[in-house]
């Protein structure tokens, strides 16, 4: 089945202590991006990647660090999460962007992080 | 720039009766209009996607939007609501240029579905 996966779904963590939401998608998609979303704001997007190695910011990317090593993966990654950071995050992917065209993202589940 | 603004926070209908979500958008570019739904306590689902094809798109579960770029607007219509409609919506633009973010989001609607 196609989908992207993320891990945990929920967590629960302290302000200053590292940690990591694993993303996976299984569609072969060149394009990955987070978002996090907060009442009344929409979805706002922290990261994104365009292809293996290649990142760059968002609207919203301060407080945040992502990789890109293989493409099926995409980690998003607080050095030192602060309570500003509590929200439920997304992960998405898609086809790759090329000009003249757009494809749908396909999202995961979320991740509801409660930083206290 | 893009934007998107969606009119109406919350939206209240009785099953049975139409539902019409409104939004309205701001592009440099040729817009790709989308509408995603989120239940509660799930993901994002791809409603519909306007892409410069026909102006009115159908999308799954009997809704349809349809794009007139006069009014920069893609409102979200559906003749005769269902109990499983309520849920929150987003309006997304996407702009076509290479290197840029790439959906911008509404603030949400959320549609509640009276018995």
């Known amino acids: 089945e196609a989908q992207v996966t993320q891990n945990p779904r929920y967590l629960i963590t302290v302000t200053g202590k590292k940690l990591t939401v694993t993303c996976s998608q299984n569609m072969n998609h060149e394009y990955m991006s987070w978002y996090r979303q907060d009442p009344g704001l929409g979805l706002r997007q922290i990261y994104y990647s365009m292809n293996v190695e290649v990142t760059d910011k968002g609207d919203v990317p301060e407080g945040y660090k992502v990789s890109r090593k293989e493409k099926r993966n995409f980690p998003l990654i607080l050095e030192s999460p602060s309570p500003n950071q509590t929200s439920l995050y997304f992960c998405?992917?898609?086809?790759?962007?090329?000009?003249?065209?757009?494809?749908?993202?396909?999202f995961g589940p979320g991740t509801r992080l409660t930083v206290t | 720039a893009q934007s998107v603004t969606q009119l109406d926070s919350h939206v209240s209908v009785s099953e049975g009766t139409p539902v019409l979500l409104r939004c309205n958008y701001s592009s440099s570019y040729s817009p790709s209009l989308f509408w995603y739904v989120q239940h509660p306590n799930k993901g994002l689902q791809l409603l519909l996607k306007?892409?410069?094809?026909?102006?009115l798109v159908k999308g799954i579960n009997g809704f349809e939007a349809e794009f007139k770029k006069s009014e920069t607007s893609f409102h979200l219509t559906k003749p005769s609501a269902h109990m499983s409609d309520a849920a929150e919506y987003f309006c997304v633009v996407s702009d076509l240029v290479p290197g840029r973010r790439a959906l911008t989001f509404g603030s949400g609607t959320r549609l509640q579905v009276q018995p």
């Open positions: 306007y892409t410069s094809a026909a102006t």
């Open positions: 998405a992917s898609s086809l790759s962007r090329r000009r003249g065209s757009s494809y749908e993202q396909y």
